[in-house]
């Protein structure tokens, strides 16, 4: 089952990439226009080698987007599933922290929080005995 949520966070992954996609050519563009005018003698050859070097560049970016997406993606679900389990009850959950970033941040604010509703449940157990 998909979650909404993580369906606008790959939504919002995509709008980037076509934005740094959009950026790169405009600026691409931008450098072609300015070195036409500088060097007006450019053979056909290097224009082609520009060309090939913006198809490279797309590539590389796509598979950088598309490796980053996937990674993020996976903490993200690893940390829906554990948050499913703790509203299940089971406390014992640990979300391991594999980076220092937001995401990581994250996965320990979960952790903590599986934390401290157990003290509280088992300090009211101990308060009702």
Not at 31 to 50: A, C, D, R, W
């Amino acid at each position: 089952m998909k979650i909404k949520t993580l369906q606008g966070i790959r939504a919002k992954f995509f709008i980037a990439f076509l934005c740094s996609i959009l950026l790169a050519t405009i600026s691409i563009i931008v450098f072609q226009i300015l070195i036409g005018n500088i060097y007006s003698h450019v053979t056909t050859l290097e224009e082609k080698y520009s060309f090939l070097y913006f198809i490279v560049f797309l590539i590389f970016t796509t598979a950088y987007f598309a490796c980053m997406t996937k990674t993020m993606m996976k903490r993200l679900s690893e940390i829906n599933k554990n948050v499913k389990e703790i509203s299940n009850g089971n406390l014992e959950i640990h979300i391991p922290i594999s980076k220092n970033d937001e995401i990581g941040e994250l996965a320990k604010n979960v952790n903590g929080m599986a934390k401290s509703l157990k003290e509280s449940i088992e300090n009211e157990k101990n308060r009702r005995k």
